[in-house]
């Protein structure tokens, strides 16, 4: 069956050269986002619950843009005015980049992970004599503990974020050809919301192995998967699977 419609569940994204609009236009198909979870704050009140008080800690450790966003907000509801000394570990260059909007980059020790957690390690155990905090979601995944208990640092983990499914009411009487999911919580939103899902003749494009496994354990079937050597992204994933299927090629 040749593909028309692709729901992607995550939200559309803001910059105007993303490969989705590029392979819509190239393949003629319309493209639809929608976050099939979204994440919520926790309140400060719920973080002093957790025994967390900012002055303690003389390290962060951000692991996505989310982490950096509610560890500001909360410092603000805390009235907890970061000092300059703060040190920042960022799992990534794309966290360091975001880590701008908050602070003067210049002026203060970040350092940077090349993709991976595991890339810090070499760079927080430098420094194994900080206090650190990591903030996060609820949906930590669970080498970051271990990986920071093997460094035999000081450490605090703390909720400052929530991932929370989505009300997708409105798409009950809507078929896409394909949908792309992008993680667990994305399979457990789709049941949340419609328990009674069949697939089909509707194709699943899927991006990462624990997200496969969510699919397969709710009986659905994977048709289309990334990454691979041949097809490291989803868009590239989605392009060649609809060149075979449109195309005959």
Known sequence: MKVKTILVSQPEPKIENSPYFDLSEKQKVKIDFRPFIHVEGVSSKDIRHQKVDLKNYTAIILTSRNAVDHFFRVAEEMRFKVPDSMKYFCQSEAVAFYLQKYVVYRKRKIYVG??????????????????????????????????????????????????????????????????????PSGIESLFHNFPEFKQNDTRIAVFGNTTIKAVEAKGLRVDIAAPTPETPSMTMALHKYIDKVNKGK
Request: charged share 30%; glycine share 2%; no cysteine.
């Open 114 to 183: 090349k993709r991976n957690f595991a890339d810090l390690s070499p760079l927080i155990k430098k420094y194994k004599d900080e206090t650190f905090l990591l903030p996060t979601t609820d949906k930590l995944k669970p080498e970051v503990p271990e990986i920071l208990n093997g460094l035999k640092i000081n450490w605090k983990e703390a909720v400052f974020y929530k991932t929370v499914i989505s009300d997708l009411s409105d798409l009950e009487n809507v078929t896409y050809d394909i949908l792309v999911f992008f993680s």
